[in-house]
């Protein structure tokens, strides 16, 4: 018999993206979540529009805010996504198959990026295989500031699902900057917290051209065109701000 499915999303001023989430959800759990941190568009409305049970929580991090999404569900077993996330067929069919057949602490599942217009499959950016389905008995959210990740218990097991989750990303350069400058803050308090202070030329200099080289040559970057040198050279300018502002004191992150 199939395992009880809870979907669980956490948003914030997500109008934009969420009607497409939640309509790619149809026969996939027995419960959809949204964890919403008071937005002041229409999410909620939307929300609950496609059925979804809503609960309010104030953001204070994003391990906090998916773990405490996590507790909210009404089933141990956990699908979390993103509202700028979209199941395909494929993948659909595969949670479906994990939930009859359950054997892991949790699966992962690849996401393929629009950006700006264009699916991204070089670059380092795909398949991006993240786990988000879950038992959530035997794992948790963990990080600091930016960069959670769902972590399973010692001595357990993870699987792979098959098929794309479309993560559509950025709409527009702008976008992309704008949310550069808001993670390179809050990946320097990050760095800041864990006492790793000290900038040199290498970080300023030498670890962005790094970055740009291994994301547009290495990682083959280039083959996505103009999307490949956008992401490549936005991503290498963000290595230098991270450590830049790091090293100025700057780095608390925008309101």
Not at 26 to 31: D, I, K, S, T
Not at 64 to 71: L, V, W, Y
Not at 222 to 234: T, W
């Amino acid at each position: 018999m199939p395992v009880p499915l809870s979907v669980v999303i956490i948003t914030f001023n997500e109008e934009a993206n969420i009607a497409r989430c939640l309509a790619a959800l149809e026969g996939v759990g027995e419960e959809v979540l949204v964890v919403d941190s008071f937005s002041t568009d229409r999410t909620v409305e939307i929300c609950r529009q496609h059925g979804a049970r809503v609960v309010q929580n104030k953001f204070v991090g994003y391990v906090e805010q998916k773990n405490f999404a996590t507790d909210q569900a009404q089933h141990d077993y956990i699908l979390q996504l993103d509202a700028d996330e979209v199941l395909t067929g494929e993948l659909r069919q595969s949670i479906r198959i994990a939930q009859a057949n359950w054997r892991h602490a949790a699966y992962s599942l690849a996401r393929l990026t629009n950006y700006c217009g264009t699916w991204v499959r070089h670059g380092g950016w795909y398949p991006d295989r993240k786990l988000r389905l879950y038992d959530r008995r035997l794992g948790r959210w963990q990080g600091l500031l930016l960069h959670e990740h769902y972590e399973v218990q010692p001595g357990q097991t993870t699987g792979a699902l098959a098929g794309d989750a479309l993560h559509y990303s950025y709409a527009s350069i702008a976008q992309h900057v704008a949310q550069l400058n808001k993670f390179t803050s809050i990946t320097a308090q990050e760095l800041a917290l864990k006492g790793k202070t000290r900038v040199t030329l290498f970080h300023l200099l030498l670890k962005p051209l790094w970055k740009f080289a291994h994301g547009y040559v290495l990682r083959l970057g280039f083959l996505d065109g103009f999307a490949g040198l956008s992401i490549a050279a936005i991503s290498a300018w963000g290595v230098f701000l991270k450590f830049a502002k790091l090293r100025t004191g700057t780095q608390d992150a925008p309101a």
